[in-house]
């Protein structure tokens, strides 16, 4: 485990072992151990300490497995003042566990219900909040706008026009979807976007909760929108023997038009070959009309543990992450996109418009695999990506997933 202990503007790293906070001194546990999320905390304790010269912060940085086996047991322990985790569900037990503060007081102090209002039902349980969200990435269908061009097809905004130019590219030869499937979790983002535009935001948290039978007759219908996708033969072949990166090149080449995946997929996109004016997206088109536009946007934030013993100094720390210039400077330096929707948008591009969709969305999921417990996650993707090779079989697939369900949420 690294240390560092930040100091008027000033980072010195040395090892130690995790210890509680004096006042004036706040303890942040957290895992950005990878080299850019490291340069991005660093710099923003950096920053804070600059704007808050009686507030020292120790800073225990862990990687990223290690982390998540050992949060439980510090935050019932000798809980730090701040810790990073995630947004949604997976703060849920926590929260439920009486292990995180509630910092609704921050939210409406500094109109953070505004300024962070596209992640507030994200970081809500029982009409409170409990942390700070401060950055983010979108999902949605990244598209070759030269096949589309060459085809006459206009983005699709609606699920008609999505289906109707997947048939208009089958009949020209161009898959219209790749994916990979080998390693799950690309199947999980299909299911959150259908069920997200199909039933709703409340609803997806909801049977990611546990709170819905797999068997109930809304789940039946996220997967017949799926099937007249699957069905028809919309999705590249052999994807199941394929890893998302695997998936790639059918989008270079042209053989496939489409693919729904996160932001991180544009760089290997243009290390393939392709031309920034050769890449398009688009947000996930509409299903039911009129329903509250939810998207997938994994979503990193921090918590104050309630056991945390400088609490007021933890609560200028969250302050401070929550502004909108804080967030830029952060996410500049993540390659991500910042929840303050005050913020300065990228010149990128895509996270320009990732920026303008998320900004303006009703909420974020957090992805499948995020939202719902580990097991319920497995399972579920597995059956997804059964879903995707023998459709016929989703009665089956379903009655499976719901004893899952009702062995992982006792």
């Known amino acids: 485990m690294t240390h560092f202990r930040i100091v008027a503007g000033l980072a010195f790293g040395y090892a130690l072992t995790v210890s509680s906070a004096f006042a004036g001194q706040i303890v942040l546990n957290s895992d950005q151990s990878d080299p850019t999320p490291k340069k991005a905390m660093e710099e923003l304790l950096k920053d804070f300490q600059a704007a808050n010269p009686d507030v020292t912060v120790k800073w225990n940085n862990f990687d990223h497995e290690g982390y998540k086996s050992a949060i439980r047991n510090f935050l019932t322990a000798d809980a730090p003042d701040v810790v990073s985790w995630y947004s949604g569900n ?40 409990w ?11 990244y598209y070759r706008k030269d096949i589309f061009a060459a085809q006459g097809i206009t983005p699709p905004k609606t699920w008609a026009e999505l289906v ?17 499937t080998k390693a799950l ?15 709703g935001y409340e609803f997806h948290m909801d049977l990611t909760a546990g709170k819905v039978p797999y068997t109930d007759p809304r789940v039946k219908a996220v997967f017949a929108k799926w099937a007249e996708l699957v069905k028809p033969g919309y999705f590249i072949e052999n994807h ?26 544009v760089a290997p996109m243009k290390d393939g070959g392709l031309k920034e004016e050769q890449i398009g997206f688009l947000q996930f088109p509409e ?50 996109l910042p929840i303050n929707n005050q913020s300065q948008k990228s010149n990128d591009p895509f996270l320009s418009a990732g920026f303008d969709m998320l900004s303006t969305a009703y909420a974020l999921a957090q992805f499948y695999d995020r939202d719902a417990p580990a097991d319920m996650a ?31 949420y006792k």
């Open 90 to 129: 997976r703060m849920a037990p926590f929260v439920k566990a009486g292990l995180f503060e509630d910092v609704s007081d921050l939210w409406a102090k500094d109109d953070l219900n505004n300024q962070l209002k596209s992640a507030a039902k994200s970081m809500d349980i029982d009409g409170k909040k």
């Open 185 to 199: 979790w690309p199947t999980a983002g299909w299911f959150d976007y259908l069920d997200l535009r199909v039933n």
């Open 287 to 336: 299903i039911t009309p009129g329903l509250p536009r939810a998207e997938d946007a994994p979503t990193e934030s921090f918590h104050i543990p309630s056991g945390a013993k400088n609490k007021a100094d933890a609560r200028k720390f969250l302050a401070f992450l929550a502004k909108p210039e804080t967030q830029t400077k952060m996410n500049e330096i993540l390659g991500q």
């Open 240 to 265: 199941a023997a394929l890893d998302w990166q695997d998936a790639m090149p059918q989008f270079v080449q042209g053989k496939a038009a489409m693919y729904l995946m996160g932001n991180f997929a």
């Open 164 to 180: 109707a130019a997947c048939d208009k590219l089958k009949k020209a030869g161009i898959t219209p979807f790749t994916i990979g």
């Open 378 to 408: 497995k399972a579920g993707m597995e059956g997804f990506q059964e879903f995707m090779v023998k459709p016929d079989k989703v009665d089956a697939i379903l009655a499976r997933l719901d004893k899952v369900r009702a062995r992982v």
């Open 131 to 141: 942390g700070i969200p401060y950055s983010t990435y979108q999902w949605g269908i």
